[in-house]
Each structure stands twice: as C-alpha cells, then as structure tokens.
C-alpha cells in the first residue's frame, strides 16, 4: 500500500489481541484479530504486525501508535507484583490491616477483607507528625530514618512507599525522606511518596493507591521495555501512547512511572469508542455492553458523555483515582460452566482465557460460553475470528456432557441453560446499576460490541426491556478504535477540607489556576502530535457540614469569572437533591477537593458511510439455532452485505469477521447510513 499515514490503535485482551489501523488521509480501516499470547502479551502484538505486513502495510508507515494494557491490572489481580515495604507516620503502622474494618459483603459475617499487598513486617515507622492543617507538630527524625532504612533493606524489599499522615496538605517530610532513602540506599529501594501521586485526603486509600502504583511498576516497565522493543524490531518508530483509566492516554514514560493510571485502560478505551459509535448512530443515553473472553463490562453514557467515579475498587482495594465508570460480571466467551456444591450450574467467573481456550478451539476440555454458542448453531465454525480459528463443534459437545449429564438433558439443552445462566449474571449486575443510577433502562439503548457482546446483546436487552440494541461496523475491535479516537487526558487535585464561607472567592480562583497550570505543564511535557486545541474542565468534592463523603459538583468557567459564591451553593444544593432526594440550602458546606481536568484533543476517525440499499436484504441461508429452549430455522446474513435502510427481522444470525450477532424472534435489524445495525422490537400484528 502506498498510504504514509497509519494510525494504529491495540487492545490486549483475555484470548484476542485486537488491532485497528487507520489510514488518517483516506479513512481507510483495517481491523485484525490474534490470539493473546499471556507469557509474552509483547508478541501478540508482534504477530499481529507480521499479519498486517502480509496484507500490504509496511510497519514503518505505522506513525501513532496507542495501545491498552492489561499488565498492571493483571499483576495486582494474581498478586506477582514486586516485594515492597511501608513507611508510615509513628502509630499507623496497622493502616494496611485495620484498612476500613467494613464487610466486604455486609450480610455475610464470614465475609473477609483483602489481603494487604504488603504484610505488617514490612511496614516501618518514622518519628514525624503534621496536624491536619499541613503545620509541623513533630519535625521528621533523619537519624532514626537512617536505621529504618538499614530495617527496610534488611528485609529483602526492594522498593518503599512513604505515606505520611496529612501529607496531602504538606508533603515536606515525604519529600526529605524519600531523598533520604534514596541516598542512603545507593539506588537500591524504588522510592514512591504518596504526595507526589495523589495528594489528596484519607490516609488508608492513599497508601494503598501508592503501593499498588510501586507494586505493579516492575512488571510493567519490564512489559513497555520489551514492547518497545518488539515495535523497534518490526520497524515501528513511533512514540507509544498508553491508554488510561480515565479514558484518555499519555505517553509511555507517564504510564511507567504511573501504571496504577492504567489499571482500567482497556474497558475505559471501549468507553470512548462507544461514545464515537453512539455519536454516528445520533443515540445519547447508551448502557455499553463490552463482552471478550474473560468478562462482561458495563458502563453508562448519558447525554453523550461517560459516566466517572473517584472510588473505584479492584480486588477489595480502593483505587481513588478518576476513571471511567466501569461494572464488570465474569461472564465472557471463555467463562466455563461448572456444577456447585448445592448442584446449581454456574457459568464464570473463572475463564479458560485463550490458553488451553474452549474447548472448541482444539486444546481445552472445560466448556465455555464459546462452546455454548457454538453448540447452539449461532456461530460458523468456518468464519470465527475471520477464519483464523478454526472450531470443533465434536470438542464443544464432548466438554458439555457432564453438565448435561447432572441436568439430566442433552449437550445442546446444556449448551442453551448455560447461556441463560450467563444472562442472568449480567442481569443481576445491570440491575444494581439501574438502580444506583436511577434511570430507566427503557429510555436507554444497549451498546454492545467485543467479541461476545454482539451474541448476546439481545437477550439481555430483552431481559431488561431496553429501548434498542445498537451494534457499530466493527464490534469486536471497538476497544482498539477507541484507543485512537482517546484524547490525552490528565487530572490535578488539591484537597482543602474548608468551609466554603472560609475561602475567599479569589483564592479560590487562585487555586483553581495553580491545578489548570500543573495539568497544562502536564500536556506539554507529552509532545503530543498534531492536537486540534485544548479544553480545562473543572470541579469540586463538596459535602455539607458533618457529612462523611461528597459529591462531585462540576465548576463551569463562567461561575469562576464572576465570583458569584451564592450560584455555587445553589448549584450544589440542586445536585444533592437529585441524587440524593433533599437537600439542606440552610446547612453550610464544605470543600473538601479541587480538581482540574486537561483535554488535548486528538483528531477523531472521519465518521464512515455505506452505500444505500438499491433492493431488499437477501439471506445467504438457514441455519438451525436454540433460542431460549426453542429450535428455530434463522435466516444467515453477512454483515458486508447490509447496506443503508436494508432491514431483517428475526430470527437471524449476522456474521462478520471479528463477532456474530443473534436476533430474536419478535425483532428487527435496519442499518443505518453509517453501518450501524439498530435492533428493535418489532410491533406485533
């Protein structure tokens, strides 16, 4: 090909490494899927260049490059991160165990909270203190610090994370202690203080946040080391971009000295492709339905924009970081059904991942999701993942007959309660979220894309009775699209715990533009390529007085032009009411954190059309299918031959290189001008 300007965006998952590349002058897309290598994630994305050089695309004209990463994520989720020790303030050495003496599930006594990434042994003490207000009540005591790092040496750590109490408001003596530690221990202890990552209040998730950042480093400097290594081999000589949590992206020496940033990267780049699919489709409120080989991930996009949370959780460990509002069901392509002790069939959370796979891929011999699919006559096993993998339906049926045999059924019957189990798992998940969100799922379309998630969107939109299904060009490659639709993003906080009758409206401001200048000191230092402008986004975390937690009010720039305090109030007040229910305008309110937002924005892909239909939309066949214990003759289309205003109805089976689509009986697909495929109930006669 003679294109110079390829755009490259990569999504690792579970069992397919997803690449998407764009031609930024023509628009032209090429989208590929092969299998995940989990020893070595690096060489999938390797094989995955050799497969585009063998269709004419010469790595060298690769010039943006932007892929998620699950290795930080996986570290912290198998616990293989590195050995690192704890400095903490005199009395606080428990922080990690004590953490917030909560169940983790409330009506379960037995119930039990996570194991800390860093046992109490390997937790030291300095002689320091701060008062809340950031004064020194206690000055820190070097010469003990001396002998602590001799201690900390001692016990075979080979990094220390420094989170002293209040530090957020004074980070000095986290400050001289790690350029202490670092002197002391000539270069031997990773040094991480928890000021310098997020400064921002309670002292427990600020401590676990930083130690899971120094806990998964090692990993994940060594993962970027070889992939630039794996790209320079290839002849890729762009800079890496590395998604993050929050949807954006930065470059790859961010993401190293940061990786806790890029724990939620893939999903979150999902996200943003969804919003860009959402967009074309001119839908605003979408539930996004993400479904690959190990999981189902669910997000919420109102009003055209994703929904964000500062207190996320993984693994029982809070992550206060911004990241893209994300809910996750081990319900994937490759989750395996199994019996339980009470004899009820489950299916997930456990995976086969791509390595032995499912069974139908020839090597497992546990039956997935994948081999229910299969079993049921949705998939063809002659076009799975573009023909690169081939299936074995002989394989699929041999895995399901113990289940079939405790049920006292058949394979295929296995096959069918297997996938209904699996939707009730993810109706359960999407059902709390409804409900923590309050919006009706009938005034909301369901998005669904990955591998899996097109399969089985429609059963789990009729479950929820939601207004449509929406299913953009290329579904299974979405996160990679995503990738290259990210902008670079980066969040700033201040905390400040004041009363806001405290803070002159000024100072305020002052504030505001201190974050507005580190986040643009943050943009500048990424040499970003060619971005069309920059935005500021700002906002608050208020509560009323005697409250535990707050609420995120976002700050329009015009409120901070006009010093007007009494339309700040008011706007919180309003925001209280509406998630709340009530709210107290007589109450006084506090301000617990500033923020600040940077947006560098990317060039976006040109939105896509396809040619109108000039006839009806013609089956290529029949194929036998079970739909919620039902046989049905469902007409095949190929999804390359549906053009704009082509519609079908049900039951139907549209296949495509990188996923499948199942539609019931009693809907109908129409494609629109952009090649999404909206699914709809369709009236009854």
């Given at each position: 090909m003679d294109s110079q300007n390829w755009r490259l965006g990569i999504d690792i998952g579970g069992t397919f490494t997803d690449l998407t590349l764009l031609e930024q002058?023509?628009?032209?897309t090429i989208t590929l899927k092969t299998p995940t290598v989990p020893a070595d994630p690096a060489q999938g994305i390797a094989n995955g260049l050799e497969a585009l050089k063998k269709r004419g695309v010469n790595p060298?004209?690769?010039?943006?490059?932007?892929?998620?990463?699950?290795?930080?994520?996986n570290t912290l989720l198998q616990r293989r991160g590195a050995k690192i020790a704890l400095l903490v303030t005199e009395g606080f050495r428990d922080i990690l165990n004590l953490q917030r003496l909560r169940l983790p599930v409330p009506y379960d006594f037995r119930s039990r909270l996570p194991e800390p990434l860093i046992p109490r042994e390997r937790v030291f003490t300095a002689s320091e203190r701060l008062l809340h207000d950031g004064s020194v009540h206690e000055p820190l005591d070097e010469e003990r610090l001396r002998g602590t790092v001799a201690d900390i040496l001692g016990s075979g750590a080979t990094g220390v994370v420094i989170c002293f109490l209040h530090s957020y408001k004074n980070p000095a003596h986290e400050r001289r202690a790690?350029?202490?530690?670092?002197?002391?221990?000539?270069?031997?202890?990773?040094?991480?203080?928890?000021?310098?990552?997020?400064?921002?209040?309670?002292?427990y998730e600020r401590a676990v946040m930083t130690s899971a950042n120094l806990y998964i480093q090692s990993n994940v400097q060594k993962y970027f080391s070889t992939l630039q290594e794996r790209l320079n081999e290839a002849g890729v000589a762009s800079t890496p971009f590395i998604t993050q949590s929050n949807g954006g992206i930065m470059d790859i020496r961010s993401a190293a000295e940061a990786p806790v940033r890029t724990l939620f990267s893939g999903p979150a780049a999902g996200v943003i492709g969804a919003v860009q699919a959402a967009k074309s489709a001119g839908i605003d409120n979408v539930i996004t339905f993400d479904m690959g080989g190990t999981s189902a991930d669910i997000s919420i996009i109102e009003n055209g924009q994703p929904t964000f949370s500062q207190s996320n959780h993984l693994a029982g460990l809070p992550i206060p970081l911004p990241a893209v509002s994300m809910y996750s069901v081990g319900a994937g392509g490759g989750s395996y059904g199994w019996i339980d002790n009470g004899g009820l069939l489950k299916v997930g959370p456990e995976s086969v991942g791509s390595d032995p796979g499912p069974a139908c891929y020839g090597r497992g011999e546990r039956a997935a999701l994948t081999d229910a699919f299969l079993v049921c006559g949705y998939l063809n096993p002659d076009r799975f993942a573009a023909g690169n993998v081939r299936?074995?339906?002989d394989r699929s049926l041999r895995a399901l007959e113990p289940i079939a045999r405790h049920l006292g059924t058949d394979a295929r019957a296995a096959a069918d309660r297997m996938l209904q189990v699996a939707i009730a798992n993810m109706y359960a998940e999407l059902s709390a979220v409804m409900e923590q969100h309050g919006f009706d799922p009938r005034e909301f379309s369901l998005l669904a894309f990955g591998g899996g998630g097109p399969v089985t969107a429609n059963f789990l939109a009729e479950e929820i009775q939601a207004r449509s299904v929406l299913i953009p060009p290329k579904p299974g490659t979405l996160c990679a699209l995503g990738a290259l639709s990210a902008d670079f993003a980066?969040?700033?906080?201040?905390?400040?715990?004041?009363?806001?009758?405290?803070?002159?409206?000024?100072?305020?401001?002052?504030?505001?533009a201190a974050l507005g200048g580190s986040a643009s000191s943050w943009l500048d230092a990424q040499d970003a390529p060619g971005l069309e402008g920059r935005t500021l986004f700002y906002s608050l975390d208020a509560r009323y007085k005697g409250q535990a937690f707050e609420i995120e009010l976002p700050i329009p720039p015009e409120l901070l032009q006009d010093g007007d305090y009494s339309r700040l109030e008011t706007s919180f007040h309003d925001l209280h009411r509406r998630q709340y229910g009530h709210s107290d305008p007589g109450a006084q309110i506090e301000l617990i954190n500033l923020r600040a937002r940077i947006v560098g924005h990317v060039r976006k892909p040109d939105a896509q059309s396809i040619p109108a239909a000039p006839s009806e939309a013609k089956a290529?066949?029949?194929?036998?299918?079970?739909?919620?214990?039902?046989?049905?003759?469902?007409?095949?289309?190929?999804?390359?031959?549906?053009?704009?205003?082509?519609?079908i109805s049900g039951p139907a089976i549209v296949e495509q290189d990188d996923t499948t689509i199942v539609v019931l009986p009693g809907w109908g697909g129409r494609t629109d001008a952009g090649g999404n495929l909206i699914l709809e109930k369709e009236a009854k006669a």
């Open positions: 002058s023509s628009g032209e060298s004209d690769i010039r943006y490059f932007v892929h998620g990463t699950t290795i930080g994520l790690a350029e202490l530690i670092a002197r002391w221990s000539e270069g031997r202890l990773d040094v991480s203080a928890s000021s310098g990552l997020w400064p921002q209040m309670r002292e299936l074995h339906g980066h969040d700033a906080v201040l905390s400040l715990q004041r009363m806001a009758a405290d803070v002159p409206f000024a100072e305020l401001g002052g504030h505001y290529s066949g029949v194929r036998n299918v079970l739909l919620n214990g039902r046989e049905y003759e469902a007409r095949i289309y190929a999804r390359g031959n549906l053009l704009a205003g082509h519609a």
